[in-house]
């Protein structure tokens, strides 16, 4: 038993918990009982007053604290949580009518104080100290904004008690765009994540996952590339997609032959693609609805060909490795059975078509989620196998309840940063200054980009890096002409980099934590694994239809052509031509890379050549042989084949 969450606490959280999700409800659906209907800001406040409390019962102020029960001033904070939002959602339309956030009744200017500690506490347990001193410095700097020598960091300047009011009761600051984002969207979606795995998602897509691809080479790492992309869409997070599919699949590649690092390394940078993956991505594609201003849907089905080509990267390079290695597939006999796995499981394909279809179709993202949350419980109450009782339905609320709250928690606290640079004026000229300091010149700016949002995504979640580069960097790329969901796409993708690559790696180090390797040494081979992660943001930045963004044919033959590059790419990195079967010496490889990032490009007439390069690298490897014969390098040629470690278990 938990000796923090008794089934006292458990209750007050579910309790919240439904609270909060009806109130989310109400809003998507206009019920509006007795007439009633809440204005914006009363909604969040309201949202708020469910969730934030439910971080202080559920987080600890420390990580020891885990095993202890809830301590009196972690109650204490929940209280004074929810009285405060209560207070806030009450008087909402006084604050806009009356404009508190200037001049409110002494009780608000108080309570904006209390407010503004509280969110900062609920980030710090939820997303760190890192993120939470930046966003307290950023919350401060109207304060001190006058006295920065840098002429154009210095901003309309604030006292403390304005600044205070203005974040807990503007529109900009904790109340502002990605909080109005995550309580009318991102609700039903993490709901959605969850259900889908209480209901047992996550074993039918493993098993699918094995069905459709075990009895290949290489079998058990294609198959945690294909699990790991659908546990991601779910979790939404690379460090608990981690430690959730982890300890099945990289076990099973060891044995399977392949080596520890080789084994945490795919399912490290396999894990960390889901935050990317549509449907479902992380909570940062659903922040991009505010700041770009389109519908959800249309952002999941640009992120979808980046998406695919990351995940084509992966598999062609376990399939090169597997070959090269010389291991076997799985015997058929060994396998689920797709057929019945895909009957027993449909419905967890019926929610995902169903998910897109409402989006598509219906185009209401607030409403879509809650549609398919209540056909999967539906299902789950009369599901043999996972059949969800009264204390399974509990344990969903609860999970719910806390995944919620979590981000939420972040999201209220990174607004911070949003407020302190709207309410100053900084946020304007911060881009143009940008674009400046670089001459105007496109690719030193994403260069700027990348390496700004790899910084701050080693010490920040993705969704906090987002929002300040969604105020900062994005428009810049969009005022040198970039797209703007291509820009805030390149944000996004070179933020989540950070957890494979050195020297922070959060999802390589879980990985090499399962696989008992060296950390670092796995993070090298996370990289070289995810290297189409690297280079894809850049492409799509230069070429839209990569986002679709462009006319259907163009989009399709920019993706066919992306898809032969990712091909060379992979087999480059490798060091192994899985069509010709053999090893391509270094200058055959650096030609393979050359031609790999000459098909992304946005002329069709360097695709071509792109390809033509490519296709001479493999002509000349497998009719010259310049590489030599495969000899296997790190691992026994008598490693056991997949199939024979399936038949001893």
């Known amino acids: 038993m938990n000796v923090r969450i008794t089934p006292f606490w458990k209750a007050i959280v579910i309790t919240l918990t439904v609270i909060g999700v009806l109130v989310a409800m109400n809003q998507a659906f206009f019920w509006n009982p007795g007439g009633i209907s809440l204005l914006k800001n009363a909604y969040m406040y309201a949202v708020l007053a469910a969730f934030l409390p439910v971080v202080f019962i559920v987080f600890p102020a420390k990580k020891s604290q885990n095993d202890r029960p809830v301590p009196f001033y972690d109650i204490a904070l929940a209280v004074i949580t929810l009285a405060t939002c209560a207070y806030f959602c009450v008087n909402a339309e ?33 997303a760190g100290l890192v993120v939470t001193i930046i966003a307290l410095v950023f919350s401060l700097y109207p304060i001190f904004t006058a006295y920065i020598p840098i002429p154009f960091l210095q901003g309309i300047p604030f006292d403390i008690k304005t600044a205070a009011q203005i974040h807990a009761m503007g529109v900009d600051s904790i109340l502002g765009l990605p909080l109005q984002t ?37 079998g058990s790492a294609k198959v945690s590339v ?91 390079q376990a399939d090169a490795y597997s070959a090269k290695a010389g291991l076997k597939g799985v015997a058929k006999s060994l396998l689920p059975d797709v057929g019945k796995v895909v009957v027993l499981g449909w419905a967890y394909l019926a929610a995902l078509v169903g998910l897109v279809l409402l989006l598509v179709i219906q185009k209401n993202e607030s409403q879509a989620p809650y549609w398919i949350v209540g056909f999967l419980l539906v299902v789950a109450v009369f599901s043999k196998k996972y059949r969800m009782g009264i204390k399974g339905f509990g344990e969903f609320l609860f999970s719910s309840g806390k995944t919620i709250a979590e981000i939420l928690g972040i999201i209220a606290g990174v607004g911070l940063i949003v407020g302190g640079l709207s309410m100053t004026g900084v946020s304007l000229s911060l881009a ?81 934590n399962i696989a008992r390797t060296p950390p670092m040494q796995t993070s090298l081979v996370a990289m070289r694994l995810g290297a189409v992660k690297y280079v894809v943001p850049f492409a799509f930045a230069l070429n839209p239809a990569l986002v679709a963004q462009a006319p259907l044919p163009e989009v399709f033959i920019t993706f066919v052509f992306a898809i032969v590059g990712v091909f060379f790419l992979g087999c480059a990195f490798e060091g192994w031509l899985v069509i010709v079967g053999r ?42 042989n310049l590489g030599g014969e495969h000899t296997p390098l790190g691992i026994d040629k008598d490693a056991p084949s997949e199939e024979s470690v399936l038949a001893e278990k």
């Open 432 to 512: 143009r200054e940008l674009v400046n300091a670089f001459s105007g010149n496109l690719f030193l700016v994403l260069i700027a980009a990348a390496i700004t949002s790899f910084v701050l995504g080693m010490g920040m979640t993705v969704s906090a890096v987002y929002v300040f580069l969604a105020i900062v960097m994005a428009p810049a790329l969009v005022e040198l002409g970039v797209n703007p969901i291509a820009g805030h796409l390149f944000v996004i993708y070179w933020a989540t980099v950070s957890y494979i690559t050195p020297p922070v790696a959060l999802a390589s180090f879980a990985a090499a």
């Open 94 to 126: 006084n604050i806009v009518t009356l404009g508190w956030d200037y001049a409110p009744v002494p009780t608000a200017s108080v309570l904006s104080f209390v407010f503004w500690i509280v969110v900062l506490e609920a980030l710090r347990r939820t």
């Open 583 to 624: 090893r391509p010496n270094w200058v055959m490889r650096a030609l393979l890379i050359v031609a790999g990032l000459l098909t992304f490009a946005p002329q069709f007439a360097f695709s071509v050549i792109g390809v033509a390069i490519g296709a001479i690298c493999f002509l000349v490897t497998r009719f010259w």
């Open 226 to 316: 294909i699990s790991s992309a659908f546990m991601g869409m779910m979790s939404g997070s690379a460090v608990s997609n981690v430690l959730t599919t982890g300890p099945m699949t990289i076990p099973a590649m060891k044995k399977a032959g392949f080596t520890g690092r080789y084994a945490a390394g795919i399912e490290a940078t396999a894990a960390t693609g889901g935050t990317i993956m549509p449907p479902i991505m992380g909570t940062a594609a659903f922040l991009m609805v505010s700041f770009v201003g389109v519908p959800y849907g249309q952002i999941a089905l640009a992120a979808a060909i980046p998406a695919l080509l990351y995940y084509i990267g992966i598999f062609v």
């Open 182 to 218: 995550g309580a009318t969207i991102l609700v039903g979606f993490l709901l959605f994540g969850v259900a889908l795995q209480h209901s047992g998602g996550a074993t039918f897509f493993y098993d699918l996952a094995m069905g459709l691809f075990g009895r290949f080479r290489g």
